[in-house]
């Protein structure tokens, strides 16, 4: 498995209201994670290398893009293209609190700078739904497959509103989803990440994605993830701890165990192992 880097803790300026944490995960494309929250610190002109991917939690930012004033409510879902300058400042006086992705300059490609600067604020709620979900999965290690699976569908979609007149995505491929569950199940404890899928299945990310859920109902990290908690179960019935379970099944440490058999059995495997101890023949 690629470990990630953990979230840090954010951290506080000097008495203004200001608290930034920035991090960057074992996830391709991402270069840099990073939360912050601002009263009355103001972006100067500037330029990233990297596309820019923002959403407002709470408050706003007004901004300047290429000589045009825009905004981005707590609604909207805004891409800033690499190499394009920007400054940023609070809308209002509490301030705002903002995610943001920086993402490799390669990953959507020169040809939507232009139409990212002409519409960067994207009014969208299945995309700000998406966004949002992704940055969970960015805070916690060891669901990068989550991560990468989030992420390229979020392209997807950018690419949707960029290019109107793009073809529809193909239809699912069934033969395609039954190679990539067997190579999900060939590697449940080392992991696949998107990249080493799409090598050994040749397919772009997203219709690798698509094919899969549309042929099992389920996203590969959520199918991954459920065979992982599966095997966890049966290592719990046979008498081994959490924490080597947690080992032995790929994920990336008892809290990643924890987090996922509960969200799938109710029970956190502590409390799972207990529970069949004492409902084993001879248990009092």
Request: aromatic fraction near 6%; charged fraction near 25%; glycine fraction near 8%.
């Amino acid at each position: 498995m690629t470990a990630a880097t953990a979230a840090p803790a954010a951290r506080k300026g000097p008495g203004d209201g200001t608290a930034v944490s920035a991090w960057r995960p074992a996830v391709a494309g991402v270069v840099e994670v990073f939360h912050a929250r601002f009263t009355e610190y103001a972006y100067p002109m500037h330029v990233h290398e990297a596309w820019t991917l923002l959403i407002v939690d709470d408050g706003a930012v007004r901004y300047d893009l290429d000589r045009h004033e825009h905004g981005t409510p707590h609604d909207t879902v805004t891409l800033l293209p690499p190499h394009v300058p920007h400054n940023g400042s609070p809308a209002g006086p509490g301030g705002f609190r903002k995610r943001v992705l920086y993402l490799d300059g390669s990953r959507l490609g020169a040809e939507l700078i232009g139409p990212a600067v002409d519409r960067p604020d994207v009014r969208d709620p299945v995309l700000r739904r998406r966004v949002g979900r992704l940055h969970s999965a960015l805070v916690r290690p060891g669901d990068e497959l989550e991560a990468e699976s989030r992420l390229t569908l979020i392209e997807e979609r950018l690419r949707a509103h960029l290019r109107p007149a793009a073809a529809r995505p193909a239809r699912p491929d069934p033969v395609l989803a039954r190679r990539l569950r067997e190579l999900l199940d060939e590697r449940l404890v080392d992991g696949l990440t998107l990249d080493q899928a799409t090598a050994l299945l040749p397919a772009h990310p997203a219709h690798l994605v698509r094919a899969f859920s549309g042929a099992y109902g389920i996203a590969p990290h959520q199918y991954l993830m459920s065979r992982r908690v599966d095997r966890a179960r049966r290592l719990l019935l046979a008498g081994r701890a959490p924490a080597e379970v947690a080992t032995a099944t790929g994920f990336y440490d008892q809290a990643h165990l924890t987090r996922h058999f509960k969200r799938l059995v109710g029970v956190t495997p502590g409390r799972y192992r207990a529970r069949t101890a004492l409902s084993r023949p001879g248990a009092r």
